[in-house]
């Protein structure tokens, strides 16, 4: 009966299994779960993703600041104009204290007074002569002095008003190399931003005073129409197989 077992298909000895040949069940389950190559796993695509750019800078930043007001320099040297008074104003009573300590009979000969207080006409009307002529020099200096002040202080405050005109003419004459910055609807503005720029920087030429307003022009040109450029680019491109669908379960 012994051919029975092999119709039924069964054994007499269970099949003997290689225990070296085994693997345990959680290492082929950690097996399965772990790729071989983990950067190709979709779950972590999205992690490893090259970050962000940061945001290039404005090229107006270097602007910005010209269209601010300054504060007023305490210690900045006030420069006076043709509108303030070119004379300091008078007090009249200093001019008064001034004047009376003023002695106009101190050059008269004590021999001349001592005659006129003898009752010496001639030596009297003398005394009276002298002290009138030092009182008519007295003014004469004075009013010599004043005008010379004046004049002065006229000259140098019409100097430098002048100074200023020229240079404000030179800059506002400057030509440009851009025709769009000619046209009757931009050349105001052009003449604006030189004279704000002539303000903040004092110390710049009618030639650099111009370079930087033309700059300021092209590059604000340049970032009003970068946002369409980019969009317009980003829209050119061709667009890659989107692989979002495949993350969802």
Known sequence: ???????????????????????????????????????????????????????PPNPLDSFAD???????DPNAKQVPT??????????????????????????IPPAVIQKALGGDAEAFQ??????AQETFAAAAQ?????????????????NNSVDSRIKNFQIRTQNTSHQALTHPAVAPMLNA???????SNPNLTPQQIQEQAETYFTQMAEVLV????????????????????????
């Open 193 to 199: 931003v030189k004279m704000q720029l002539a303000s």
């Open 142 to 158: 004075l009013s010599h002095g004043l005008v010379e002040y004046g004049s002065r202080t006229a000259a140098d405050r019409v």
């Open 1 to 55: 009966m012994s051919f029975l077992p092999n119709i039924f298909g069964r054994s007499s000895a269970a099949p003997q299994s290689n225990p070296a040949q085994q693997v345990p069940a959680v290492q082929q389950a950690s097996a399965q779960q772990t790729p071989a190559n983990p950067s190709a796993d979709p779950t972590t695509m999205v992690a490893n993703a090259a970050p962000a750019t940061s945001t």
């Open 126 to 131: 003398q005394a009276l002569n002298q002290v």
């Open 82 to 107: 043709l509108a303030d008074p070119i004379l300091s104003p008078l007090d009249p009573t200093e001019f008064n204290t001034q004047v009376s300590q003023a002695n106009f009979a101190s050059k």
């Open 226 to 249: 970068a946002p369409k450029r980019q969009a317009a680019e980003q829209a050119a491109k061709p667009k890659g197989t989107d692989f979002s669908h495949l993350l969802n379960p």
């Open 66 to 72: 010209m269209f601010k007001p300054k504060a007023p």
